[in-house]
């Protein structure tokens, strides 16, 4: 994975700017996106009560994170019901392939910055 793998499905430059260009904060969110996403995923089941309050909960951390696709599959889940959890499971796992892309290449560059 490299930054080429990057699709776009998530806005790092909102995020870097939202966290004041911190990365350490930037990477301490995307580390929490990523583990939540463990959670939603279980959650986007048409058959169970809960996918509702998944996806409103997906939509706002996705907005957070500027992954501004998944927001919006999100929202037209919510109006659509759950014919529209397909677009939600898959910009959601754009997002994480973004995400993984976007980690990756941070631990390749801290290789090539020089320690103090």
């Known amino acids: 994975m490299a930054r080429r793998d990057i699709t776009g499905a998530v806005d790092f430059a909102y995020l870097k700017g939202f966290a004041a260009g911190d990365q350490q904060v930037v990477n301490e969110v995307l580390a929490l996106f990523r ?3 463990d959670l939603w995923t279980g959650l986007l089941d048409p058959a169970g009560e809960g996918w509702r ?3 409103h909960t997906i939509k706002g951390a996705a907005r957070g994170v500027g992954a501004g696709a998944l927001a919006a599959a999100c929202e037209h889940a919510e109006h659509s019901g759950p014919a529209g ?3 939600v499971r898959d910009a959601l796992d754009a997002a994480l392939s ?3 892309a976007y980690a990756h290449e941070q631990a390749l ?3 090539k910055t020089p320690r103090a």
Request: hydrophobic residues 45%; charged residues 25%.
């Open 35 to 37: 583990e939540q996403a």
């Open 53 to 55: 309050d998944a996806v």
């Open 85 to 87: 959890l397909d677009g």
């Open 98 to 100: 973004d995400i993984a």
């Open 109 to 111: 560059q801290s290789l």
